[in-house]
């Protein structure tokens, strides 16, 4: 008996992909094309079982389509510039760079392990000098075009550090290495105007329906943000040093009338100049609420400080009140709000906590009232609809010159700066007498230095002298090199390009035109829901831009999105800090890769979450041994072996239905894209068929059974597919197979019973059914027509119809 020996058959199998370069795309751009993508890993150190997910319904598409002859593309990088390979180099002293290859030499052989069909030679890291030099060429075009600009904006600061941390690295106000409080502290940051593309950005969302998941679409519509309302003045009862009003932004001009307070965010400049005039008390209360970080306020308790000075309002001309609010944002409309407690939850919490009296504009028997509905207490609006409200108080303050109605995007411009090493430097100079200037193109890529040091106190770069000095290339004289390196999002935002043109066109372009045409969109994007907004709101930003640039003629980078479902273990999520891991490794180890993908593939459906279930594995390993073993009683042939289709049993016929089911699910669910890729149910069906197969003795349905399962679970179980169609077909069985209609017809036919020609009956039966056994049976069935009287004739005419003549 042949043994299964997965070790031995998959490292023959992933010796040879590797040989004969199976995988990777042809460079005939006549051919009908594919370009798969699974989103590329972080190289943390090792693959994850999320990954092996991700990479392994990647595959499975990868495969498909090339059986199905077409050209496929199907990379693998790594996005491997980011903060924890600084982090690595503090903790251990190891340098980042060292670090970052190391993963990434570690989880290229894991990957490999899988048998996973990636093109190999176009693999690249993002922290590759070859790509940080276009990286930074796309820096410098966004620079001239005015689409990146120099702002000073707030960020957390650890005192003690003396570094800038990111959110992730600030808990409870406290840093994460010192836990010292941190403050936030005004820095340059630069930005990219992603604000500029709100419109397109929204309105291609469109052009993605039905390709990209519902949630997704609706989260990036709801990031983008937009809103229609009335942006109008408060003036303020005394000038304030230049202050002589502020301006707000409202989505609910028609509760004009219901303002009983404004808000200033802590940020405000008109807070600024009032300050000094506080006590002590509110003072410290403000700092407070501007050092906390921004994202932390969201979800802290409504906090203000009542500023003892008045608004006038614009319509009724009373005296409002002025506070500051830790719930108002600096950077979303004007960064002041009208309070309208009667109808908003959040101003009526606030109105609550500090007594601020409401005042109701829309009819109703209780407050906060929070719908639509009739306007009362507001003037010559009285008795209208708040919807038709809200548009005619817009064009009342505009005839007045009072306000005017504007379109505002919760979508911020994009900062890229970070204040750390491991990163693609932002190519700029700064000259004292020239001002900021960009780097000369011909010294791209601006490398970083490798002699550094790394200790977690403020930015490594910004300490290295002799990186630091340069030569200003207008003046000639004295230059310092920016030292902030860009968001690793940059990287990640083209990096799908890039993979499109060979590689041996890397050190002169970014990508080639021809290549990119060809391949571009992505067909078939694979990967976690965690992206839904940055990275891919960045990546279609990205392409808009260089488009506008003139380096593409394509708007969208993605054709269809797939987002695949989290991996749990015990009812959670896999997780080192739970504890719950199972690492890829010992799976293959211990089953072999093709029992990873079976297992990963038929326990959910790639867009649901998957249970890591033990014995589920070991079920997976057994069909394959079984399938394996099982396979050496097939008659070795080059072509689609040959049915004869006479006189198959029951058995066998049902063997043969299983079999071309499979089949046509196997299409089926590639053509039905919307069903989200079903793989399980695809491999409950092949094992369906499998069990039939067993279920019966002829060794020609054997043998097509076989050449059909191990072309469809190829994409799945690859290396035992490979290894059976050699031994077997010699690869015959390896592309697109014809269904045989006539496996798939029904067994049974309906017959219609006649008597002296008139209808009397229908009658299900088997096909094969003897004639004798018909007649038998119908006459059951007209029994009361024919009851007492003389047959004289019985026609069955097959497969239709049975009659009989009666006197
Ligand atoms: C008065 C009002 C009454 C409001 C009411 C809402 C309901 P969206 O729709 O998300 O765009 N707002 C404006 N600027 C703000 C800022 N910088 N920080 C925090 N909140 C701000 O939100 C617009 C609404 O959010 C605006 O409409 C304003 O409150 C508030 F019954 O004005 B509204
Ligand atoms: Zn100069």
């Given at each position: 008996?042949m043994?299964?020996?997965?070790?031995d058959?998959?490292?023959?199998w992933?010796d040879?992909?590797?040989?004969?370069n199976?995988?990777?795309?042809k460079q005939?751009?006549?051919?009908?094309k594919?370009?798969?993508l699974?989103m590329?890993?972080?190289?943390?150190?090792?693959?994850?079982?999320?990954?092996?997910?991700?990479?392994?319904i990647g595959?499975?598409?990868?495969?498909?389509y090339r059986?199905?002859g077409?050209?496929?593309l199907h990379?693998?990088g790594?996005?491997?510039?980011g903060?924890?390979?600084?982090n690595a180099?503090?903790?251990?002293?190891?340098?980042?760079?060292?670090?970052t290859?190391?993963?990434?030499?570690?989880?290229d052989?894991?990957?490999?392990?899988?048998?996973?069909?990636?093109s190999?030679?176009r693999?690249?890291?993002?922290c590759?000098?070859?790509y940080t030099?276009w990286?930074?060429?796309?820096?410098?075009d966004?620079?001239?075009?005015?689409?990146?600009?120099?702002?000073?904006?707030?960020?957390n600061w650890?005192?003690?550090?003396?570094?800038?941390?990111?959110?992730?690295?600030v808990?409870?106000g406290k840093?994460w290495r010192?836990?010292?409080?941190i403050v936030?502290?005004e820095?340059?940051?630069?930005?990219?105007?992603?604000?500029?593309?709100?419109q397109?950005l929204?309105d291609?969302l469109?052009?993605?329906?039905?390709?990209?998941?519902?949630?997704?679409?609706?989260?990036q519509e709801?990031?983008i943000g937009?809103?229609?309302?009335?942006?109008?003045d408060?003036?303020?009862?005394?000038?304030?040093?230049?202050?002589?009003a502020f301006?707000?932004?409202t989505?609910?001009p028609?509760?004009i009338?219901g303002?009983t307070?404004c808000?200033?965010?802590?940020?405000?400049?008109?807070?600024?100049?009032?300050l000094?005039?506080l006590?002590?008390?509110?003072?410290q209360?403000?700092?407070?609420?501007?050092?906390?970080?921004?994202r932390?306020r969201?979800?802290?308790q409504?906090e203000g400080?009542?500023?003892?000075?008045?608004?006038?309002h614009?319509l009724?001309?009373e005296?409002?009140?002025?506070?500051v609010?830790?719930?108002?944002l600096?950077?979303?409309?004007?960064?002041?709000v009208?309070?309208?407690?009667?109808?908003?939850?959040?101003?009526y919490?606030?109105?609550?906590e500090?007594?601020?009296?409401l005042?109701?504009?829309?009819e109703?028997?209780?407050?906060?009232?929070?719908?639509?509905?009739?306007?009362c207490?507001?003037?010559d609006?009285?008795?209208?609809?708040?919807?038709?409200?809200?548009?005619?108080i817009?064009?009342?303050?505009?005839?007045?010159?009072?306000?005017?109605?504007v379109?505002?995007f919760?979508?911020?411009d994009?900062?890229?700066?970070r204040q750390r090493y491991w990163?693609?430097?932002?190519?700029?100079?700064?000259?004292k007498?020239?001002?900021?200037?960009?780097?000369?193109?011909?010294?791209?890529?601006?490398?970083?230095?490798?002699d550094?040091?790394?200790?977690?106190?403020g930015?490594p770069?910004?300490?290295?002298?002799?990186?630091?000095?340069?030569?200003?290339?207008?003046c000639g004289?004295?230059a310092?090199?920016?030292?902030?390196t860009?968001?690793?999002?940059f990287?990640?935002?083209?990096?799908?390009l890039?993979y499109?043109?060979?590689r041996d066109?890397?050190i002169?372009?970014?990508f080639d035109?021809?290549n990119?045409?060809?391949?571009?969109?992505?067909?078939e994007?694979?990967?976690?829901i965690?992206h839904?907004i940055l990275h891919?709101?960045y990546?279609r930003?990205?392409?808009?831009?260089?488009?506008d640039l003139?380096y593409i003629?394509?708007?969208?980078p993605?054709?269809?999105?797939?987002?695949?479902?989290?991996v749990?273990k015990?009812?959670?999520?896999?997780?080192?800090?739970?504890?719950?891991?199972?690492?890829?490794?010992?799976?293959?180890?211990?089953?072999?890769?093709?029992t990873?993908?079976?297992?990963?593939l038929f326990?959910?459906p790639?867009?649901?979450?998957?249970?890591?279930?033990?014995?589920?594995?070991?079920?997976?390993?057994?069909?394959?041994?079984?399938?394996?073993?099982?396979?050496?009683?097939?008659?070795k042939?080059k072509?689609?072996?040959?049915?004869?289709?006479?006189d198959l049993?029951e058995?066998?016929r049902?063997?043969r239905?299983?079999?071309?089911?499979?089949?046509?699910?196997?299409?089926e669910?590639?053509?039905?894209k919307?069903?989200?890729?079903?793989?399980n149910?695809?491999?409950a069906s092949c094992?369906?068929?499998?069990n039939?197969?067993?279920d019966q003795?002829?060794l020609?349905?054997?043998?097509?059974g076989?050449?059909?399962?191990s072309?469809?679970?190829?994409?799945i179980?690859p290396?035992?597919c490979?290894e059976?169609s050699e031994k077997?077909?010699d690869?015959?069985?390896f592309?697109?197979?014809?269904?045989?209609?006539?496996?798939l017809?029904e067994?049974e036919?309906?017959?219609v019973?006649?008597v002296?020609?008139?209808?009397?009956a229908d009658?299900?039966?088997?096909?094969q059914?003897?004639q004798?056994?018909?007649l038998l049976?119908?006459?059951?069935?007209?029994?009361?027509?024919?009851d007492?009287?003389?047959?004289?004739?019985?026609?069955?005419?097959?497969?239709?119809?049975?009659?009989?003549?009666?006197?």
């Amino acid at each position: 008996m042949m043994e299964y020996q997965a070790k031995d058959i998959e490292q023959k199998w992933q010796d040879y992909w590797k040989k004969q370069n199976i995988h990777e795309p042809k460079q005939d751009f006549n051919l009908k094309k594919k370009y798969i993508l699974s989103m590329f890993p972080y190289p943390s150190g090792a693959i994850h079982m999320g990954h092996v997910r991700n990479y392994c319904i990647g595959d499975a598409m990868a495969r498909y389509y090339r059986k199905q002859g077409y050209n496929v593309l199907h990379p693998i990088g790594f996005d491997a510039f980011g903060m924890p390979a600084e982090n690595a180099a503090i903790k251990n002293g190891i340098h980042p760079k060292k670090w970052t290859y190391a993963n990434i030499d570690t989880m290229d052989k894991e990957l490999d392990s899988l048998g996973l069909s990636f093109s190999k030679q176009r693999e690249f890291a993002t922290c590759d000098e070859d790509y940080t030099k276009w990286e930074q060429k796309f820096f410098l075009d966004m620079w001239k075009k005015g689409l990146v600009y120099r702002k000073k904006a707030f960020l957390n600061w650890c005192p003690n550090d003396k570094t800038v941390l990111a959110n992730e690295q600030v808990s409870d106000g406290k840093c994460w290495r010192c836990s010292t409080g941190i403050v936030q502290k005004e820095m340059y940051q630069y930005y990219i105007k992603i604000t500029d593309y709100a419109q397109e950005l929204l309105d291609d969302l469109r052009v993605l329906q039905d390709k990209w998941p519902q949630a997704v679409l609706s989260m990036q519509e709801n990031w983008i943000g937009k809103s229609l309302g009335l942006q109008f003045d408060f003036a303020l009862e005394k000038q304030i040093s230049n202050f002589k009003a502020f301006e707000v932004f409202t989505t609910r001009p028609d509760t004009i009338f219901g303002v009983t307070y404004c808000a200033l965010a802590p940020e405000h400049p008109l807070v600024k100049e009032v300050l000094p005039t506080l006590d002590i008390q509110s003072q410290q209360k403000i700092i407070q609420m501007q050092n906390t970080p921004v994202r932390n306020r969201t979800m802290a308790q409504k906090e203000g400080v009542n500023l003892r000075i008045f608004a006038i309002h614009p319509l009724t001309k009373e005296k409002v009140p002025l506070w500051v609010a830790n719930f108002v944002l600096i950077d979303y409309g004007s960064g002041a709000v009208m309070g309208v407690p009667a109808h908003d939850e959040r101003d009526y919490l606030f109105a609550k906590e500090y007594q601020i009296p409401l005042k109701q504009v829309i009819e109703s028997t209780e407050l906060p009232f929070l719908d639509d509905g009739i306007l009362c207490n507001s003037g010559d609006f009285n008795g209208i609809e708040t919807s038709k409200a809200k548009w005619q108080i817009i064009e009342f303050f505009e005839v007045n010159k009072l306000g005017k109605g504007v379109v505002h995007f919760k979508l911020k411009d994009w900062g890229i700066s970070r204040q750390r090493y491991w990163g693609a430097p932002i190519p700029l100079l700064h000259c004292k007498d020239c001002g900021i200037l960009p780097q000369d193109e011909k010294k791209l890529p601006i490398t970083l230095p490798q002699d550094v040091v790394i200790d977690g106190e403020g930015n490594p770069l910004d300490k290295h002298q002799s990186w630091k000095e340069d030569i200003c290339p207008k003046c000639g004289g004295k230059a310092t090199k920016e030292t902030d390196t860009m968001d690793t999002f940059f990287q990640s935002s083209w990096y799908f390009l890039r993979y499109a043109t060979p590689r041996d066109l890397w050190i002169q372009m970014p990508f080639d035109k021809q290549n990119t045409k060809y391949w571009l969109p992505v067909d078939e994007y694979i990967g976690g829901i965690e992206h839904a907004i940055l990275h891919l709101l960045y990546a279609r930003f990205f392409t808009k831009v260089l488009r506008d640039l003139g380096y593409i003629d394509f708007s969208e980078p993605f054709e269809n999105l797939l987002t695949q479902g989290m991996v749990l273990k015990d009812g959670a999520k896999m997780s080192k800090s739970i504890g719950n891991i199972v690492e890829p490794n010992d799976i293959i180890k211990k089953y072999g890769a093709d029992t990873a993908r079976l297992f990963v593939l038929f326990a959910a459906p790639p867009t649901r979450e998957l249970e890591w279930i033990d014995s589920g594995v070991e079920g997976a390993y057994r069909f394959i041994r079984r399938f394996y073993e099982k396979s050496e009683n097939i008659q070795k042939t080059k072509t689609m072996p040959i049915v004869h289709k006479q006189d198959l049993s029951e058995k066998q016929r049902y063997a043969r239905k299983k079999i071309y089911e499979a089949l046509i699910k196997s299409n089926e669910i590639f053509a039905k894209k919307q069903t989200g890729y079903a793989f399980n149910t695809l491999i409950a069906s092949c094992m369906e068929a499998f069990n039939a197969l067993n279920d019966q003795d002829n060794l020609q349905i054997w043998t097509e059974g076989y050449y059909v399962l191990s072309n469809i679970l190829e994409p799945i179980i690859p290396h035992i597919c490979w290894e059976i169609s050699e031994k077997f077909f010699d690869f015959s069985n390896f592309g697109s197979i014809e269904i045989d209609e006539s496996a798939l017809e029904e067994d049974e036919v309906v017959l219609v019973v006649t008597v002296n020609g008139k209808k009397r009956a229908d009658m299900k039966v088997n096909k094969q059914m003897q004639q004798d056994e018909i007649l038998l049976l119908a006459r059951e069935k007209v029994q009361k027509w024919i009851d007492g009287q003389n047959i004289i004739k019985e026609v069955v005419v097959p497969n239709k119809l049975v009659n009989f003549v009666v006197k």
